[in-house]
């Protein structure tokens, strides 16, 4: 695996390799790397012939300063974990290397950006989106592959790609999951053991949402248990739990058969945010 910073290094080496790499799959990720991660890895590896992936953490999708600073990095660790997968390229930047100038680009994803961790974290979509049109122009990859932890991120990615006319394929690849249900995340680490046993409840919740609407329980029971079960311990605080349609992400108000739905939510444990979701 080669370690690149530098944005003319990586172009230097990815124009040499184009000519015999007939595919790239590129992950973009900011570092603090897990299994879901390596997961990435491995379908890029699977379906395309040379693997990029970054490690950046992107400035401008945090909202919140303090966020930033206690957001976990590990890059040695990480180079090791993603060398003995086999990845082909770490591209590590730095932020002037991605932003020499600010970036006052204003992204319109609609209704999209209005809802879920757009509503509760303003500006975040916007910084994504900066920053990965910002990493396909470097690394012009021929699929991008996404956890689908981040459900809504994946939906902006797409609608990204389409609004920019990219001719790139977005993989969305399935969350995994500890022992005991939690998703993996690279915030889990955070968590104080109290928290981290304490998080076991929000997959809990989820599979029991899913329970629910197969009993014929309504949206607003589901909702009413979900908060109700949340809000008897004092070590969770609830930023949002939503039921959806699984394809344009709008709160549904009752079940119907033809569509798919899908459970959101966004919960504190102690200090630390976590999100998970579950197609119902
Ligand atoms: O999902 C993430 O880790 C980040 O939002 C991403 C896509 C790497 C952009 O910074």
Do not use: W
């Not at 570092?31 to 401008?60: D, E, R």
């Not at 006319?165 to 104080?192: F, H, Q, T, V, Y």
């Not at 058969?257 to 504190?268: D, R």
């Amino acid at each position: 695996m080669i370690i690149i910073t530098k944005i003319v290094d990586l172009q230097v080496f990815l124009s040499k390799k184009i000519s015999q790499t007939k595919t790239i799959g590129f992950v973009p990720t900011m570092g603090a790397l897990h299994l879901g991660h390596l997961s990435l890895i491995a379908q890029s590896k699977k379906q395309c012939n040379l693997t990029v992936c970054s490690i950046f953490v992107n400035p401008t999708q945090f909202n919140d300063a303090t966020d930033l600073k206690k957001y976990p990095r590990m890059p040695k660790k990480d180079a090791e974990l993603l060398k003995s997968v086999g990845c082909d390229v770490l591209f590590m930047p730095t932020v002037n290397e991605i932003y020499p100038t600010k970036d006052t680009r204003q992204f319109n994803f609609g209704y999209l950006d209005t809802l879920l961790e757009g509503a509760n974290r303003p500006g975040h979509f916007n910084g994504v989106a900066q920053v990965v049109s910002r990493l396909f122009e470097l690394v012009k990859p021929t699929k991008a592959f996404f956890g689908s932890k981040d459900y809504q991120q994946v939906m902006i990615v797409k609608a990204l790609v389409k609004q920019l006319n990219l001719p790139i394929k977005i993989i969305a690849c399935p969350i995994l999951r500890e022992k005991d249900g939690l998703a993996m995340s690279s915030r889990n680490m955070l968590l104080s053991p109290t928290e981290r046993k304490a998080a076991k409840l929000i997959p809990l919740l989820m599979q029991q949402s899913k329970t629910l609407k197969k009993e014929g329980k309504t949206i607003a029971e589901i909702k009413h248990y979900i908060k109700t079960e949340l809000t008897n311990h004092t070590i969770y605080k609830l930023n949002y739990f939503a039921i959806c349609n699984a394809t344009t992400l709008k709160n549904a108000k009752k079940f119907t058969t033809n569509n798919t739905y899908v459970a959101l939510i966004a919960c504190y444990v102690g200090n630390i945010r976590l999100i998970d979701n579950l197609e119902l």
